[in-house]
């Protein structure tokens, strides 16, 4: 772990900041230096999750044999979707057969992934999973032009009712999760565990941080995200 001893205090990192316009009031600048601190103090937290989160003793062994189909149109298992790699990054999208579109704010996050999937792939193995057959999930990619994300169909529903995907009405939610695999064994590493009973009061469910592209970027804005606006499929 980070041994906060040595750090410098976030109030003294912000003093050194070099103000980048003219005109800018006292008012301002002290507002804006005291949140630069809280901005460092968060930057520090962040790392110590991410800290927190690789020393994560070894997480369970995943026994049940859950299948899968690729683009090829072959039945494979949860270890067939490493590829080279030992380490399985997973989304679970919401894009079920009784869907005529996907999920807007799935498909929205993916769009993000799409634009860095190639380096990632570099690094881990990386599966977009839903429950529609690949030949409709590739189709809605295409339309997307979405190049560097790999589908592949759910067979069956067991994965998806055992990480408690599916509601009783047969709605779907989201999942992301992280796999290890050592020779025959896999394991689970992470997976989010936010769920919408764990929102504050006014907020959307969401993970901390928050990998969403969009929320990130509006976050930095003076309108936030604000409160009765989602992306859509086509503007």
Known sequence: MTDTQTLKPAKSLAQLAKTPFPGQSEEYRR???????????????????????????PGPVIEKNYRFRNANGADVGLRDLF??????VSYFWMFGPQRERPCP??????????????DIKQR?????????????QMAFAAERDWKDLEFV????????????????????????????????TVRLFWASEMTKEMADPGQDPRD????????????????????????????
Not at 41 to 48: A, D, N, P, V, Y
Not at 83 to 88: Q, S
Not at 124 to 136: C, D, F, N, Y
Request: hydrophobic share 40%.
């Open 153 to 184: 169909q759910t067979v069956g529903d067991d994965y998806a009712n055992d990480l408690g995907l599916i509601g009783e009405n047969g709605g779907e939610s989201p999942a992301l999760c992280v796999f290890q695999r050592d020779g025959d």
């Open 31 to 57: 507002a804006r230096e005291a949140l630069l601190a809280e901005e460092i103090e968060f930057r520090r937290h962040l790392t110590r999750l991410t800290e927190l989160r690789m020393a994560l003793p």
């Open 105 to 118: 704010m799935c498909t929205n996050w993916l769009g993000a992934v799409n634009g860095n999937a190639a």
């Open 124 to 136: 881990v193995a990386l599966k977009i999973l839903g429950r529609s057959p690949v030949a409709r």
């Open 83 to 88: 590829g080279a790699h030992d380490t399985l």
């Open 208 to 235: 901390a941080p928050d990998i969403a592209a969009l929320w990130s970027i509006l976050d930095l804005t003076p309108g936030g995200r604000g409160t009765d606006w989602y992306p859509k499929l086509s503007y």
